[in-house]
């Protein structure tokens, strides 16, 4: 019996889930000079030596043995010979990873690699183009525990300088070429740094909108083509291109893993096709998405512990700008949580609502909203003429004034004493609508829509029918004369420590007089 069991154990280890991990590891360089390197990582200069690399070998591969994931997928890695040295590391410290793959594209600062406990059976990389720092799709399979699992590890442009959507889309693009070519049973795992949010589609700043609205992540992967796909129990129904996000798992103020200036957003991603949710092969493990967040990897501030690099130096301290997030996959099927079947209906609220609670634990249906204002991605609504207003921060694409809507509010935070929506997505288009009635209403609460108001300009002040409010005009150069009697076409009864009217453009008011 003794050696049965000793026999048996193997197969008995091997139906374990197993765990996969995407991270952006910032910029691991070795101290060889190859001539594509960041200025910031050129051997001999900013303090970046062996003794650095060194240390960013360490701190590396602290993160990933603490996650003990068996196959990890990595952005931000050199070259191969640096890669090597993290798997000696890695081994070193007894957290070992035998299989390894990375791009080799030339002329590229930065690879996509993949670290596998399991053997690798091939890999190949998918071409976006042959722009340099345009970088590889790396493609691996990788065999689990007998069965064939593909993954695609990605590190999408940024949406810094010249990051306009269509180069994502371009990313998205060739993925997608992959993919429909694939057998409609295969099991894979799209990963990596895709530079995007999961709700793009809503959240997308306008200045980088060069596709009509279209984004790589959700409509050319095909994360939001229907609303049913939020709803993990109807993914198995989903057509072949069509993926899961696994963020949808998280509470929305848990949604990311990466942090700048404050602003959250979720860049990191694993996206799942149907196959993964099947009953067969490989399967996800419910509820099992998580964002690493380990008290190291965060400063006494809250900040993100990343890799610190100040006056043009480097100084030994700190991680990466982004977390980790890592999900659990099962040889055995896929178990979706109890009554899923049954949806679960928002709760409709009134706009009120959101002025009686600090946060929301729980998502809220606003119905029937009339958009008074829209500027950009803001807009200022309504439900009834005598009620309150309030606006939507960042979150008013695809929103147009005068038109009435049922929306879904995820988030909201007060801004230096004003009410905001920060999240929010349009749930269903209804009818237009006469907009005079809901303008004007009180002038003596924030987030009121005002229109055709006669007033006078005088020492940042707005003086009009008795009353007397600070007036901020968003644009410096819109600010007219002093004294100036002004017509106010549209402006927003806002609050900035305290009430006052804000103007968005030159084209809100007009000189009528002095």
Not at 17 to 40: C, H, M, R, W
Not at 65 to 86: H, S, Y
Not at 262 to 279: C, R, V
């Amino acid at each position: 019996m003794r050696y049965f069991i000793l026999f048996l154990m193997p197969f008995l280890l091997s139906a374990e889930p197993f765990k996969v991990v995407t991270y952006n590891i910032e910029n691991l360089f070795d101290a060889s000079y190859q001539g594509s390197e960041y200025k910031q990582y050129i051997p001999g200069k900013h303090n970046w030596d062996e003794h650095m690399v060194d240390i960013k070998l360490n701190h590396a591969a602290e993160v990933i043995c603490d996650l003990d994931a068996d196959i990890i997928g990595l952005q931000e890695i050199e070259n191969g010979n640096i890669l090597k040295k993290l798997q000696g590391r890695l081994e070193e410290v007894g957290c070992s990873y035998k299989y390894s793959a990375i791009t080799t594209k030339q002329n590229t600062a930065i690879q996509i690699a993949l670290l596998s406990r399991y053997p690798i059976r091939a890999q190949k990389e998918l071409v976006v183009n042959d722009t340099p720092n345009i970088r590889n799709i790396l493609e691996v399979d990788v065999e689990v525990q007998g069965y064939p699992l593909k993954f695609f590890v990605n590190h999408w442009k940024s949406k810094s300088t010249g990051g306009w959507e269509s180069k994502r889309i371009a990313y998205a693009k060739r993925l997608e070429k992959r993919i429909m070519s694939l057998p409609s049973d295969a099991d894979y795992i799209i990963m990596g740094d895709l530079n995007s949010d999961y709700d793009a589609y809503l959240t997308l700043n306008e200045r980088l909108d060069d596709a009509n609205g279209r984004t790589g992540i959700n409509d050319v992967l095909r994360t939001v083509c229907d609303e049913k796909l939020l709803q993990k129990h109807e993914i198995p129904k989903a057509q072949k291109g069509s993926h899961y996000n696994l963020w949808q798992e998280l509470p929305f103020a848990q949604r990311w893993s990466h942090k700048f200036y404050g602003n959250k957003s979720t860049l990191d991603h694993i996206l799942l096709p149907a196959g993964m949710f099947d009953k067969k092969g490989i399967d996800y493990v419910n509820r099992s998405f998580k964002v690493f967040k380990a008290p190291y990897l965060f400063t006494n501030q809250g900040y993100i512990n990343r890799w610190q690099y100040d006056h043009g130096k480097h100084k030994g301290k700190g991680y990466s700008d982004h977390l980790p997030v890592h999900a659990s996959f099962d040889t055995h099927p896929y178990v979706p949580d109890k009554n899923s079947q049954e949806h679960k209906a928002a709760v409709s609220k009134p706009i009120e609502f959101l002025y009686s609670v600090e946060s929301l634990k729980d998502e809220v249906l606003l119905e029937d909203v009339v958009v008074l204002m829209k500027r950009g991605n803001h807009a200022l609504i309504k439900q009834a003429p005598n009620g309150r207003g309030i606006y939507l921060y960042g979150c008013a694409k695809g929103l147009k004034e005068g038109r009435r809507y049922d929306i879904m509010v995820q988030n909201i935070a007060m801004y230096n004493g004003l009410k905001e929506i920060t999240h929010a997505y349009k749930i269903k288009e209804k009818s237009e609508t006469e907009t005079t009635p809901y303008f004007n209403q009180n002038t003596k609460v924030q987030n009121e829509a005002l229109k055709e108001i006669i007033g006078i300009y005088k020492g940042k002040n707005f003086y009009f029918d008795g009353q007397i409010l600070p007036i901020h005009f968003k644009n410096k150069k819109d600010i007219p004369p002093q004294g100036s009697k002004l017509k106010l076409h549209y402006a927003h009864l806002g609050y900035y420590k305290q009430l006052q009217v804000v103007i968005y453009g030159k084209k809100d008011f007009s000189i009528v007089g002095k």
